[in-house]
């Protein structure tokens, strides 16, 4: 089985001076939930997602060889404009990772970020971000070591992406993405994602999501305070068992196309993740009163029309409407007419399942 010491890179030549490379990630939006992590952002469980193809972080990263190769050392832009605020992250990352890519103090670098979707539109930019800048490394790291392998690459990168953030590591390739060990995925790892390893059923192609933004606010619980909160839950044992179950059927519905039983799964777990937090201590309620009208119209519209639309949710207060591409036209007329009134500047982003990072 593949190990943590796989990813060490020692042999390499240094051999390139400078250069420059750009890659967009996207963001991932999960059907089981990964909450709660162990030391060195291992997950408690498995969790499975649909990488998204309109949110993505763009990032260029530019590389200059240096004498002093004590520390770290880069200049962070944001559309093109210095952004203190985002170093200590990014100084964290490379700590982080630094024993797996070990030339990362032989060079300057000049990181430029940019995402596709509003800034503090309250969507989390963590997943997309970390995972465009880990892309970025391993085009550096390929040009040291020629003779890595595209399985090598990808693998090291979302790897290296979940060291940034956990999520991060299912937005690098693939339409539905695994990560975490499960019995019944094959290759499945605490280390990096990998893609759903069966045919997904056509029902499931192209599939919808809407993300409604309820309130823009500032996050109330980090998700490194969250994933903690799983620390002595009185439920957390039988909820990690409990998403091994729910993996195991989430896998069988997307190879065999049974949209209602999707939507069972994928409606409970959005809500176990937030009734974790209501049930953790301290306590939080992050939906918010908007959140709820948009859950029950979503429900009356599913029954009236039988229409296979149904929401999930991150930990925060917008609603993603997941929903067959065949039912765009009326679902978006539902969302227009029903649910815009209940986010926050009527804004919402139309999103559908992508294929992961790419390099530009
Ligand atoms: C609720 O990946 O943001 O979105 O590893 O601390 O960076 P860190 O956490 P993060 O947690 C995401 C949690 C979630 C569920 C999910 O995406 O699976």
């Given at each position: 089985?593949?190990?943590?010491?796989?990813?060490?890179?020692?042999?390499?030549?240094?051999?390139?001076?400078?250069?420059?490379?750009i890659w967009s990630a996207?963001s991932?939006?999960?059907?089981?939930?990964?909450?709660?992590?162990?030391?060195?952002?291992?997950?408690?469980?498995?969790?499975?997602?649909?990488?998204?193809?309109?949110?993505k972080t763009i990032t260029k990263m530019a590389f200059?060889?240096?004498?002093?190769?004590?520390?770290f050392s880069f200049d962070l832009l944001f559309e093109g404009k210095p952004k203190e605020d985002f170093k200590p992250k990014i100084q964290k990352f490379l700590e982080r990772i630094?024993?797996?890519?070990?030339?990362l103090?032989?060079?300057h670098f000049t990181i430029d970020t940019e995402n596709t979707f509003p800034h503090s539109s309250g969507i989390a930019s963590s997943a997309s971000g970390m995972a465009a800048l880990a892309m970025n490394i391993?085009?550096?790291?390929?040009?040291?070591?020629?003779?890595?392998?595209?399985?090598?690459?990808?693998?090291?990168?979302?790897?290296l992406a979940?060291l940034g953030s956990?999520?991060a590591?299912?937005s690098?390739?693939?339409?539905?993405?695994?990560?975490?060990?499960?019995?019944?995925?094959?290759?499945?790892?605490?280390?990096?994602?990998?893609?759903?390893?069966?045919?997904?059923?056509?029902?499931?192609?192209?599939?919808?999501?809407?993300?409604?933004?309820?309130?823009?606010?500032e996050k109330?619980?980090s998700s490194t305070?969250?994933?903690?909160?799983?620390?002595?839950?009185?439920?957390?044992?039988?909820?990690?068992?409990?998403?091994?179950?729910?993996?195991?059927?989430?896998?069988?519905?997307?190879?065999?196309?049974?949209?209602?039983?999707?939507?069972?799964?994928?409606?409970?777990?959005?809500?176990?993740?937030?009734?974790?937090?209501?049930?953790?201590?301290?306590?939080?309620?992050?939906?918010?009163?908007?959140?709820?009208?948009?859950?029950?119209?979503?429900?009356?519209?599913?029954?009236?029309?039988?229409?296979?639309?149904?929401?999930?949710?991150?930990?925060?207060?917008?609603?993603?409407?997941?929903?067959?591409?065949?039912?765009?036209?009326?679902?978006?007329?539902?969302?227009?007419?029903?649910?815009?009134?209940?986010?926050?500047?009527?804004?919402?982003?139309?999103?559908?399942?992508?294929?992961?990072?790419?390099?530009?």
């Amino acid at each position: 089985m593949i190990s943590e010491k796989d990813f060490i890179t020692s042999n390499y030549t240094l051999s390139v001076d400078n250069g420059d490379f750009i890659w967009s990630a996207p963001s991932n939006i999960a059907l089981v939930k990964y909450w709660g992590k162990k030391d060195k952002q291992i997950p408690a469980n498995p969790s499975i997602s649909f990488t998204l193809n309109n949110c993505k972080t763009i990032t260029k990263m530019a590389f200059a060889k240096k004498e002093n190769d004590r520390d770290f050392s880069f200049d962070l832009l944001f559309e093109g404009k210095p952004k203190e605020d985002f170093k200590p992250k990014i100084q964290k990352f490379l700590e982080r990772i630094f024993e797996y890519c070990p030339y990362l103090k032989d060079f300057h670098f000049t990181i430029d970020t940019e995402n596709t979707f509003p800034h503090s539109s309250g969507i989390a930019s963590s997943a997309s971000g970390m995972a465009a800048l880990a892309m970025n490394i391993m085009s550096l790291e390929k040009k040291l070591c020629p003779e890595m392998t595209d399985d090598f690459f990808f693998q090291k990168a979302s790897l290296l992406a979940r060291l940034g953030s956990g999520s991060a590591c299912r937005s690098v390739k693939g339409e539905v993405v695994v990560w975490g060990n499960h019995a019944e995925i094959k290759d499945s790892s605490d280390l990096f994602g990998v893609e759903f390893p069966s045919a997904v059923h056509a029902n499931f192609k192209n599939y919808q999501d809407t993300i409604l933004l309820v309130d823009k606010g500032e996050k109330q619980v980090s998700s490194t305070v969250g994933h903690d909160l799983m620390h002595d839950h009185p439920f957390a044992e039988r909820r990690f068992t409990q998403a091994h179950e729910n993996l195991s059927k989430i896998k069988a519905v997307l190879e065999n196309g049974n949209v209602e039983e999707f939507i069972k799964i994928v409606e409970s777990e959005a809500l176990t993740l937030h009734a974790m937090m209501m049930t953790s201590m301290p306590y939080f309620i992050l939906m918010k009163p908007n959140t709820l009208e948009i859950i029950n119209a979503i429900w009356k519209f599913r029954n009236e029309t039988g229409i296979p639309v149904c929401f999930t949710l991150d930990a925060g207060a917008n609603v993603h409407v997941l929903y067959p591409e065949y039912t765009k036209e009326k679902v978006l007329e539902f969302i227009k007419s029903k649910l815009v009134g209940y986010c926050q500047n009527g804004q919402y982003i139309c999103d559908e399942i992508g294929h992961g990072a790419m390099s530009i």
